[in-house]
T-cell receptor, first 117, second 115 residues
Framework: AQKITQTQPGMFVQEKEAVTLDCTYDTSDPSYGLFWYKQPSSGEMIFLIYQGSYDQQNATEGRYSLNFQKARKSANLVISASQLGDSAMYFCAMREGSGGSNYKLTFGKGTLLTVNP | SQTIHQWPATLVQPVGSPLSLECTVEGTSNPNLYWYRQAAGRGLQLLFYSVGIGQISSEVPQNLSASRPQDRQFILSSKKLLLSDSGFYLC??????????????FGPGTRLLVL
């Protein structure tokens, strides 16, 4: 079973509007971390935001916020006031806290976001 | 501040030829280092992981190998490339904070095409 599921292969949004990118995860570990990365066409993976499983509040970083719903095992990325430069591939990733492979980040397949002017 | 470099940026190699990709990190000590591969239109697959000089963990058995000759240097190698080795190779580093919060930061990547 996939540990990270991103169901939206592609999304379109108008400039200056908000957009939500979906991510659901599967783990039985009570301790885990969730990450979002942005990959523009240049290829570099850019870290955006982190949410820990024990964090009481949703993470925010500038225009990025994470809508963390633990019971539903979802960690959706919200981008407010979209800009043309936000057009990129977005990946959700998870690290589980226990076990021998706790160094491993498991990535979803990504969502391609296109911001229209 | 920390920076991570990868070279070459692009590489075209014939099948059966050797490979050496290099990754170096500046501005930090004793980082954890990672090699990932991304096939076209796919997510990232972890290939190798290193917690220190000479310490390499392999995630996926294949004809690739990794070495860490210095604290901030990570090298990905192959003796004979296969067509299936084509892809985008990303190096990443992290510093331990606590396990689940350890954030990985990626380099610019190397695009490898094996013909």
């Amino acid at each position: 079973a996939q540990k990270i599921t991103q169901t939206q292969p592609g999304m379109f949004v108008q400039e200056k509007e908000a957009v939500t990118l979906d991510c659901t995860y599967d783990t039985s570990d009570p301790s885990y971390g969730l990450f979002w990365y942005k990959q523009p066409s240049s290829g570099e993976m850019i870290f955006l935001i982190y949410q820990g499983s024990y964090d009481q509040q949703n993470a925010t970083e500038g225009r990025y916020s994470l809508n963390f719903q633990k019971a539903r095992k979802s960690a959706n990325l919200v981008i407010s006031a979209s800009q043309l430069g936000d057009s990129a591939m977005y990946f959700c990733a998870m690290r589980e806290g226990s076990g021998g492979s706790n160094y491993k980040l498991t990535f979803g397949k990504g969502t391609l976001l296109t911001v229209n002017p | 501040s920390q920076t991570i470099h990868q070279w070459p940026a692009t590489l075209v190699q014939p099948v059966g030829s050797p490979l050496s990709l290099e990754c170096t990190v500046e501005g930090t000590s004793n980082p954890n280092l990672y090699w990932y591969r991304q096939a076209a239109g796919r997510g990232l697959q972890l290939l190798f992981y290193s917690v220190g000089i000479g310490q390499i963990s392999s995630e996926v058995p294949q004809n690739l190998s990794a070495s860490r000759p210095q604290d901030r240097q990570f090298i990905l190698s192959s003796k004979k490339l296969l067509l299936s080795d084509s892809g985008f190779y990303l190096c990443a580093w992290s510093v331990f904070i606590r396990v689940i919060q350890e954030t990985q930061y990626f380099g610019p990547g190397t695009r490898l095409l094996v013909l």
